[in-house]
């Protein structure tokens, strides 16, 4: 069987399991759709959070950016664990105990306000949506680049399958999928990671071979690293496992980078509230570690993907005539992830420091260069380097460019496809829940029947799978910067504001609402003048670039709310007796009073 | 001292001690996210190890695997302290000379 008919059977085979689970899993109260009953097994709860947590992004991109980042790349793999840490012990117990459907829930009753409530609706439809859209993107792009079928059919396939688990089974409907995305994304990332590094250095564990000696070719012999730093400085490129020289990122900016990271992850409203669905704290707590540790599995293994493919592909390409490049090369470039102009009119691929030309390659019809290769219209660098490679490359054509079995391939697919659409699942139940339990059930329509509010659930999940999927075929331009506004929002908004809610019976209402203002308005006017309006501007004078800035909206945050509070009345007995009771032990028999 | 004052008293002893074991496992993850794995990574980079520099393994699988350690020492040590408050919770509301065979879980 050939590389697309393995995709069709793997891709169709997941999706059947996943409509099976939705059908079998279809709720009919609101306590199943927004919190799935809260009686899911912990360690089920943490696969649903580890599939829940790694998007897109994780599985696709993240190996690829380490591999062109070096040492660098990893403030993603330190900041996007470590926030899990702050979740288990500063967060997900307490909120569990306060017992509550959603996050801005939490704001709103603690903070006594219906206005704090809809700050926080605001800002998690906004972190949201930003966030989804890139989703249905990535599932637009697997779909094109492995079934070559149009990007936005393959968004609108996406679309048709989330809405159906989604607005059937809410909560429940896609933790049990979740579960079993999970398990079809971290084989699909493990498999060919396995079968890359016991082609490499002869070790079957990833993690292993990462520090291990090359088997034969050229470079066997020394240690994998090593190599690596060898062949980086051959080509005039920093060592990759170097950490401050020139050409690398900051210390300064590596620092706030993935404390923004940390603390964004932790305030993410859709990982947050996968902590509603279990028993109780102790389950809370469990919950977290074994969401880590399934995490883990991939976070682990992305550094060594990223290492191994990076040999790989300047050992396959560079100084190697492009007559004499593998098949897989001309199918990625045929796709345009890949590209090579012949600066120096020799026939052969150079890599090397810089970019070969400027933009994303465009295609020109019907020319050819001397040696058959397509040309492009983008203009040439003065840099020696004469190849593009899109990042993506580095998990995508993995399989092929190890020369793994097509099954693999298509594997690869379904894993991509299953990452992408469970956290699209899981940001689509905080839109919904938003609206309907947050706006229409606290505030607008008080008065309404569980069963309407259901109606309204649904609606309103269906709205939103179809705005991510028109954001999905019209990316607004920001896609690429949309990580650095999630996470720098989430950081700046929520974080402080939970936090703050539960270790300080003296926050008030006020100092939360303002902290949450300041905070946010803040991160977004830095992030859109330096990324859009003055490009890089501010980061040339403070050295801290967007995905950053979120840490000092995040400090900003906490100042204004703790120094308002100061000078507001405190919150009424009700309320400090409310977060009295979540310092307790073991489990109330009497839930947390809903205030209004 | 009546229930209600030993109760609050139980109580407010577990917050402290819930403050105190969050307090220690987050000084190690600061020390592990920011310390070892930036601030100190090119010092610890001298020392090498099988084909890794110290400094670049923890950022890369260290630090990974200590987060998944803090939150395991987190939840058996915390939930374990909550069933002990729980039960001297339990023994303070019914102190009848029964108390002793409640024994838990």
Not at chain 2, 26 to 46: A, D, F, P, Y
Request: aromatic share 12%; charged share 15%; with cysteine.
């Amino acid at each position: 069987m050939n590389e697309t008919a393995w995709t069709y059977l793997l891709v169709t085979a997941t999706f059947s399991i996943y409509i099976g689970i939705a059908i079998y899993t279809r709720v009919a109260s609101t306590k199943g759709f927004y919190v799935a009953g809260q009686g899911v097994p912990a360690i089920l709860n943490g696969m649903a959070t580890g599939a829940d947590w790694m998007s897109a992004a994780s599985f696709i991109s993240m190996a690829g950016l380490i591999s062109f980042m070096g040492y660098q790349g990893s403030m993603y793999l330190i900041g996007w664990t470590g926030g899990y840490v702050l979740l288990a012990m500063l967060l997900a117990p307490y909120l569990r105990k306060f017992g509550q459907f959603t996050v801005p829930d939490f704001v709103g009753d603690r903070y006594y306000s219906n206005s704090a409530r809809v700050v926080a609706v605001v800002c998690a439809i906004f972190i949201s949506l930003t966030y989804v859209a890139g989703q249905m993107r990535g599932v637009g792009i697997v779909f094109s680049r492995f079934l070559e079928v149009d990007i936005n059919i393959g968004v609108v396939i996406g679309m048709i399958i989330v809405f159906f688990y989604a607005t059937l089974g809410g909560m429940k409907g896609i933790t049990y999928t979740q579960v079993a995305q999970y398990v079809v994304l971290i084989i699909a990332f493990i498999i060919p990671a396995v079968a890359i590094s016991h082609q490499l250095t002869g070790q079957w564990v990833p993690q292993i071979g990462f520090g291990a000696r090359l088997v034969d070719g050229s470079g066997g012999g020394t240690y994998l690293l090593e190599t690596l730093d060898q062949i980086h400085r051959d080509l005039g490129l920093p060592e990759y496992t170097a950490a401050w020289v020139a050409g690398k990122q900051s210390m300064l900016d590596m620092t706030f980078v993935t404390i923004a990271l940390m603390v964004g992850t932790a305030g993410l409203p859709h990982v947050i509230i996968r902590f509603y669905t279990v028993k109780d704290m102790k389950a809370a707590r469990w919950s977290a570690l074994w969401a880590l540790l399934f995490i883990g599995i991939l976070y682990t293994t992305a550094p060594t993907v990223a290492a191994f493919a990076r040999v790989n592909l300047i050992h396959t390409l560079h100084n190697k005539p492009y007559l004499d490049l593998p098949a897989w090369y001309k199918t990625w470039e045929s796709s345009g992830l890949i590209a090579w102009v012949d600066k120096n009119q020799d026939g052969q691929v150079q890599y090397g420091a810089g970019n070969p030309f400027v933009g994303a390659p465009d295609t020109v019809k019907d020319q050819k260069g001397k040696s058959g290769e397509p040309v492009y219209s983008n203009k040439p660098t003065s840099d020696p380097n004469e190849l593009y490679v899109d990042r993506d490359i580095m998990v995508l054509a993995n399989p092929e460019i190890a020369s793994l079995p097509n099954w693999v391939v298509g594997l690869v697919a379904a894993g991509g496809l299953a990452a992408a659409l469970s956290t699209a699942a899981g940001l689509l139940l905080v839109i919904s829940s938003a609206i309907s339990h947050d706006l229409m059930k606290k505030i607008i329509a008080p008065d309404m029947s569980e069963r309407q509010e259901l109606v309204f659930a649904r609606i309103a999940a269906a709205v939103a799978v179809v705005v991510a999927g028109v954001f999905g075929i019209n990316p607004p331009g920001f896609v690429g910067q949309v990580v650095a506004f999630a996470f720098g929002l989430a950081a700046s908004s929520f974080f402080p504001a939970i936090i703050l809610g539960i270790f300080s019976k003296r926050t008030t209402r006020e100092g939360a609402i303002s902290g949450m203002i300041i905070g946010i308005v803040f991160t977004s006017i830095y992030i859109v003048v330096n990324e859009f309006t003055h490009k890089g501007s501010l980061q040339a004078v403070t050295g801290i670039s967007s995905a950053g800035i979120g840490t000092v909206g995040m400090i900003l945050n906490f100042v204004v709310a703790i120094v308002v509070s100061q000078l507001t009345p405190p919150p009424p007995q009700q309320v400090q007796d409310a977060v009295e009771r979540i310092r307790h032990p073991g489990e109330d028999s009497n839930p947390a009073p809903i205030i209004h | 001292m009546n229930e209600k004052e030993m109760i609050d008293g139980i109580n407010s002893r577990y917050w402290k001690t819930n403050l105190r074991v969050v307090g220690i496992l987050l000084v190690i993850w600061l020390i592990l996210g920011c310390v070892t794995s930036i601030w100190l990574v090119e010092w610890l980079n001298r020392v090498t190890f099988a084909g890794f520099r110290l400094g670049f393994w923890i950022a890369n699988q260290g630090a990974m695997i200590g987060f998944i350690l803090l939150i395991f020492i987190y939840a058996v040590v915390m939930n374990r302290i909550d069933e002990q408050f729980e039960k001297e919770i339990k023994s303070a509301q019914n102190p009848s000379p029964a108390e002793s065979e409640d024994s838990g879980s």
